[in-house]
């Protein structure tokens, strides 16, 4: 029987990418995102598709959403846990508190919530067992300018990938976190054209095709059991990352 796997923002970006390549590869593949009509268009009418309208901030959707493949595959295998969103950027004392807040109800609570489902039924299943992939970011080790939600957000990422690494270790769950730089998706489209240096100015930055994301997170999930992938930084090579500022 195939793998199944669960993926969160899968309506565009790095999630669709990554939800047709694991259909592609034989993955059941369930796909979370809040509009119904960005998940139908990224499944494509594929048979192994699963579509879970979801808003991921939600509890009682999110486990319904798990609820219904757990009821359709009979167990699950994998999660990948990125929906997110981030902020324009702006100094700290121009954030809006209430924009903070919304930054952090998708990219935290709702890793969490998505994280606390996977593995509340990957440990109940039998045999037990599973593998959980935050969606980190490049901002997980080093900020934008102007990017404090965002920055703190994937800060928070990182200790849960942490934990439930630990956590996991006796139900055979696995945790690991991909942390990515620069793919071309519509949200990070802007980077080619110009976006704020650490020094003020605006400089356009070096970029990676998505695909190369996906192949990763699909490397990271088919690993055997016993192997884990911890951390990966997957990055546009000559981005300003290592040594940036």
């Given at each position: 029987?195939?793998?199944?796997?669960?993926?969160?923002?899968?309506?565009?970006?790095?999630?669709?990418?990554?939800?047709?390549?694991?259909?592609?590869?034989?993955?059941?593949?369930?796909?979370?995102?809040?509009?119904?009509?960005?998940?139908?268009?990224?499944?494509?009418?594929?048979?192994?598709?699963?579509?879970?309208?979801?808003?991921?901030?939600?509890?009682?959707?999110?486990?319904?959403?798990?609820?219904?493949?757990?009821?359709?595959w009979g167990?699950?295998?994998?999660?990948?846990?990125n929906a997110?969103?981030?902020?324009?950027?702006?100094?700290?004392?121009?954030?809006?508190?209430?924009?903070?807040?919304?930054?952090?109800?998708?990219?935290?609570?709702?890793?969490?919530?998505?994280?606390?489902?996977?593995?509340?039924?990957?440990?109940?299943?039998?045999?037990?067992?599973?593998?959980?992939?935050?969606?980190?970011?490049?901002?997980?080790?080093?900020?934008?300018?102007?990017?404090?939600?965002?920055?703190?957000?994937?800060?928070?990422?990182?200790?849960?990938?942490?934990?439930?690494?630990?956590?996991?270790?006796?139900f055979d769950?696995?945790?690991?976190?991909?942390?990515?730089?620069?793919?071309?998706?519509?949200?990070?489209?802007?980077?080619?054209?110009?976006?704020?240096?650490?020094?003020?100015?605006?400089?356009?930055?070096?970029?990676?095709?998505?695909?190369?994301?996906?192949?990763?997170?699909?490397?990271?999930?088919?690993?055997?059991?016993?192997?884990?992938?911890?951390?990966?930084?997957?990055?546009?090579?000559?981005?300003?990352?290592?040594?940036?500022?």
């Amino acid at each position: 029987m195939s793998r199944s796997i669960i993926i969160t923002g899968a309506g565009s970006g790095i999630g669709r990418a990554t939800a047709r390549l694991f259909l592609a590869s034989g993955w059941r593949v369930g796909l979370i995102g809040r509009r119904a009509d960005a998940i139908t268009e990224t499944a494509q009418n594929h048979p192994a598709a699963l579509l879970l309208p979801c808003d991921v901030t939600q509890e009682t959707q999110v486990e319904a959403a798990f609820d219904a493949a757990i009821a359709a595959w009979g167990r699950l295998d994998a999660l990948f846990n990125n929906a997110g969103r981030g902020l324009t950027a702006a100094p700290c004392d121009e954030i809006d508190p209430d924009d903070f807040a919304a930054v952090m109800n998708v990219n935290v609570h709702g890793v969490f919530l998505c994280a606390r489902a996977a593995f509340a039924r990957m440990r109940a299943q039998t045999p037990q067992g599973g593998r959980i992939i935050n969606n980190g970011s490049i901002s997980s080790h080093v900020p934008r300018p102007g990017s404090i939600a965002y920055t703190a957000s994937k800060h928070a990422v990182t200790g849960i990938t942490r934990t439930l690494s630990l956590d996991g270790r006796a139900f055979d769950i696995a945790c690991g976190q991909i942390d990515i730089g620069n793919a071309v998706t519509e949200l990070a489209a802007r980077m080619a054209t110009g976006v704020q240096q650490a020094d003020g100015s605006i400089r356009a930055e070096a970029m990676m095709d998505v695909q190369t994301v996906a192949e990763t997170v699909l490397y990271m999930a088919s690993l055997p059991k016993g192997a884990n992938m911890q951390f990966a930084t997957v990055m546009a090579t000559n981005m300003p990352f290592i040594g940036r500022g």
